[in-house]
T-cell receptor, first 117, second 118 residues
Framework: KAGVTQTPRYLIKTRGQQVTLSCSPI?????VSWYQQTPGQGLQFLFE???????NKGNFPGRFSGRQFSNSRSEMNVSTLELGDSALYLC????????????????FGPGTRLLVL | AQTVTQSQPEMSVQEAETVTLSCTYD???????LFWYKQPPSRQMILVIR??????QNATENRFSVNFQKAAKSFSLKISDSQLGDTAMYFC???????????????FGKGTHLIIQP
């Protein structure tokens, strides 16, 4: 079974631009979570989507948004880029299902490295 | 809010030695999940091991095992017969159970850079 894939792998943007990152989960996984990794702040949770609905969101400004499609693929958008948005953005998928009590393990993609100049 | 603390920023051991990475966490939850992930230079985050708080038995995966002390809120990772390929950043992570329809993400520690010397 193929793992989580993320595109593009590398991206260079300038301040003020916007960017869209894409994530395709493991086949059958309906939950997709996004994380930001920086040297200063470490790994921080952005948001989680399940069945096209955002179920939870981390402490990030409204410039960070996302969506999920009916095939569980997810996109993350950052508008009005700032220098501090330079980071590795990681996507993770898990085999969540409606009504289950147990949380599932999250499996990560290779990440998208974003550099804002 | 949960916090995860990894007190060892960097560790270095010789190949074939055993090494233990420390992790402590703070939570008011009774049921939760703990993980160790490794991130080699490729930056791909790879699951090492998972532990459910309601299970008393410590999880093991081949050369990797944990020492889960719920009362002490401690979750250390032991790597036996270490190999050069074990060189990586190791992150301890905490996950809450479902609450009110929401699904919180993982809370990570700052990581321990483990170097296996030949």
């Amino acid at each position: 079974k193929a793992g989580v894939t993320q595109t593009p792998r590398y991206l260079i943007k300038t301040r003020g631009q916007q960017v869209t990152l894409s994530c395709s989960p493991i086949s059958g996984h309906r939950s997709v979570s996004w994380y930001q990794q920086t040297p200063g702040q470490g790994l921080q949770f952005l948001f989680e989507y399940f069945s096209e609905t955002q179920r939870n969101k981390g402490n990030f400004p409204g410039r960070f948004s996302g969506r999920q499609f009916s095939n569980s693929r997810s996109e993350m958008n950052v508008s009005t880029l700032e220098l501090g948005d330079s980071a590795l953005y990681l996507c993770a998928s898990s085999l969540e299902s409606v009504g289950q009590a147990v949380r599932e393990t999250q499996y990560f993609g290779p990440g998208t490295r974003l550099l804002v100049l | 809010a949960q916090t995860v603390t990894q007190s060892q920023p960097e560790m270095s051991v010789q190949e074939a030695e055993t090494v233990t990475l420390s992790c402590t966490y703070d939570t008011s939850e009774n049921n939760y999940y703990l993980f160790w992930y490794k991130q080699p230079p490729s930056r791909q985050m790879i699951l090492v091991i998972r532990q459910e708080a309601y299970k008393q038995q410590n999880a093991t995966e081949n050369r990797f095992s944990v020492n889960f002390q719920k009362a002490a809120k401690s979750f250390s990772l032991k790597i036996s017969d270490s190999q050069l390929g074990d060189t990586a950043m190791y992150f301890c992570a905490f996950m809450k159970p479902y609450s009110g329809g929401g699904a919180d993400g993982l809370t990570f520690g700052k990581g321990t850079h483990l170097i296996i010397q030949p």
